[in-house]
């Protein structure tokens, strides 16, 4: 049976501790997938036991990852893995250091894979969002249901896992405003909607969602084809699909509304803490992005001052 010490059991103790300071499971559910590699790892090097910890070992784990592979290919895990997995082992040792279970602040000395900011893979434009919201008018009353999907990620700019959550009291009409629950990291928000999405979703709460809701939909807003909450890979599924049937093969699926809506926001003149806000965005690092795919300024600059355009 594993001692006190040993990394199995300070393991489950800390992302334990991680519960109780209010973090989500799907936080702590990451950070348990990305230690139990680390202790397959270690545990066939013979490392079992935290007095066993030492820079060294983090930076032989380090270079350990560039052998890994994704699944069912040749090819080598993105730097941005690589980072979650020694992001977790980090902060892992620092609570040992913090709980006195460890005598050197082992954490302090461990470096991260440095990974390159990246633009959005792809945003639509307004006559690509406008051809994917004409195809659901030929799927009766679940292109109702579609229609008010897509209006609602495009409109709030919010993440596909934050609409999956959404309750029928997460809106309110008259002021036009959308609640997020627990989005990511925990963390409440409330954005403004638009009136035409908050005229489709009336409207698909009213043919639809009536007529289709079982003791299974709970309070959920959206319902799939079975009558529950829809799932993220479903939403996924659905965004995907009507993509390609519209002839956009842009990478993205949720997202690319995310995305199209930041973007042409900041092109249309929205400050860039606005669209932070807007988005959730913890670091308005983050949101800075948006101001390197906003090309319509730039480009008017462009136009009116380089000697070649003149």
Not at 55 to 76: E, F, Q
Not at 149 to 163: K, N, Q, V
Not at 237 to 263: D, M, Q, W
Request: aromatic share 8%; with cysteine.
């Amino acid at each position: 049976m594993p001692g006190p010490n040993s990394l199995l059991v300070l393991v489950e103790d800390y992302l334990a501790d991680c519960l109780s300071l209010g973090q989500t499971e799907r936080t702590v559910a990451a950070k348990r997938t990305n230690l139990k590699l680390f202790m397959q790892w270690s545990f066939s090097c013979g490392i079992t036991q935290i007095d066993q910890l030492t820079l060294k070992v983090t930076k032989a784990y380090r270079l350990s990852l560039n052998d890994y592979r994704k699944k069912g290919t040749d090819l080598p895990i993105d730097v941005s893995t690589k980072r979650n997995r020694m992001t977790a082992l980090k902060v892992f040792l620092a609570y040992l250091y913090q709980e006195e279970l460890i005598q050197d602040d082992i954490a302090s000395g461990v470096q991260l894979p440095k990974v390159p900011r990246r633009l959005p893979k792809g945003y639509l434009s307004v006559t690509e969002v406008t051809a994917i919201f004409k195809l659901t008018e030929y799927r009766g009353s679940r292109g109702l249901r579609d229609r008010a999907i897509f209006e609602t990620f495009y409109a709030t700019g919010i993440r596909r896992m934050e609409l999956a959550r959404l309750e029928l009291s997460d809106i309110d009409f008259d002021k036009r405003l959308l609640t997020v629950n627990n989005g990511k990291g925990g963390k409440d928000r409330r954005v403004p909607i638009s009136r035409r999405a908050c005229d489709i979703i009336e409207l698909y709460i009213v043919q639809y969602r009536a007529q289709h809701c079982r003791l299974e939909s709970g309070k959920s807003l959206f319902l799939n084809n079975a009558h529950k909450p829809f799932t993220e890979r479903q939403l996924s599924s659905l965004v995907s699909e009507y993509a390609k049937r519209a002839g956009i093969t842009k990478p993205g699926a949720c997202n690319l509304f995310r995305h199209s809506a930041a973007t042409t926001m900041h092109e249309n003149g929205a400050d860039i803490r606005h669209i932070q806000e807007f988005l959730g965005h913890a670091d308005i690092s983050t949101t800075q992005i948006y101001t390197k795919v906003a090309l319509n300024k730039l480009r008017a600059v462009y136009d009116e001052t380089h000697p070649s355009a003149l």
